[in-house]
């Protein structure tokens, strides 16, 4: 059976009727490209936290240009609400912390994303300086917990070291990827971040499936896109292994032959390294944060090929 087939039995005996795009690459063939919901290779999804990766992409550009020069640099170094003495432990929080989710700052996730800490941020008008105040409830670098702030801080340190953080994602990373983005949202003391419009359907961020795919292709070999090195090698081995005792690295999920960027409701790029196989799905987000890992491993588990 064909792997385009074999998506479409899946979607029905499983019912997976939200999800609207798959894609299947294996070493430079497109294996399957399905589409549902009306949804074509110019539609374009919500991808929620799948941006969390993509801001990942754009600290190693920053550190192969030489714009970021030590992932252990204290955020206090360009945060200056860090350097104020609110909390004894903000000297001790590095970017490398930011990008693994380890800054030790509280955090309380809610629901999904009913998380009232993010509202209460919403309402303020300098993000940086609302997450300065919260407490640091564990050391940096100790224990890792999934949280937005962190990336709200990394971004604050991009813009800072990059000039303007989209145009230099724009610049870096998506146009030599072939992707289109609207900008994205901005805080009022003009942090970016590409997901703090989530209960909209659709967001200037929202990407293609192909899009997607090609972020995937991008770390699937290894930083170099169509001739041209965008990220150092070392820096994608060294952001998609697990850090520490987490199932997570810089920014991205961690398995043992895989790697993934996913956003909640099932929106995903995984790449398994060994078979040379990248796999893009999106879909609806729905309150119960839906997933399709099965969909994804189980069709890969049936591939030959590899390196």
């Known amino acids: 059976m064909k792997v385009s087939e074999e998506i479409d039995r899946y979607t ?13 690459w294996q070493e430079g063939e497109l294996l399957a490209e399905n589409y549902y919901n009306g949804f074509t290779s110019e539609s374009r999804n919500v991808m929620r936290s799948v941006m969390k990766s993509i801001l990942s992409a754009a600290v190693g550009i920053a550190c192969r240009q030489g ?8 955020v206090s170094v360009y945060l200056e609400p860090f350097r104020e003495g609110r909390d004894p432990l903000h000297g001790m929080i590095t970017i490398r912390h930011l990008l693994t989710m380890t800054s030790g700052i509280y955090w309380n996730g809610g629901i999904h994303y009913h998380c009232p800490m993010m509202e209460q941020l919403r309402r303020s008008k300098n993000w940086v300086s609302y997450v300065a105040d919260c407490a640091v409830k564990d050391i940096p670098g100790m224990k890792w917990n999934y949280k937005e702030f962190d990336m709200i801080l990394l971004a604050a340190v991009l813009d800072r070291v990059c000039g303007d953080l989209f145009d230099f994602i724009d610049r870096e990373l998506y146009v030599p990827l072939g992707i289109r983005s609207g900008r994205w949202f901005q805080s009022p003391d003009g942090i970016y971040y590409s997901v703090a419009d989530s209960e909209a359907n659709e967001a200037p961020s929202d990407l293609t499936a192909r899009e997607m795919l090609a972020i995937g292709q991008l770390y699937l070999q290894g930083g170099v896109y169509n001739g041209r090195r965008i990220l150092a090698k070392d820096y994608i081995r060294e952001s998609t292994r697990p850090y520490q005792e987490s199932n997570y690295g810089y920014l991205w999920w961690c398995g043992p032959d895989w790697f993934s960027a996913m956003g909640f409701g099932g929106q995903r790029i995984t ?27 189980g069709i890969v588990g049936g591939m030959g090929g590899g390196r």
């Not at 714009?67 to 204290?74: F, G, V």
């Open 12 to 24: 029905v005996e499983k019912r997976y009727r939200l999800v609207n795009s798959v894609i299947f």
């Open 67 to 74: 714009k970021l020069t030590d992932l252990d640099t204290p």
């Open 271 to 297: 790449v398994f390294p060994e078979k040379g196989v990248v796999a893009v799905v999106q879909a609806t987000p729905t309150p119960s944060g839906k997933a399709y890992d099965d969909m994804v491993f």
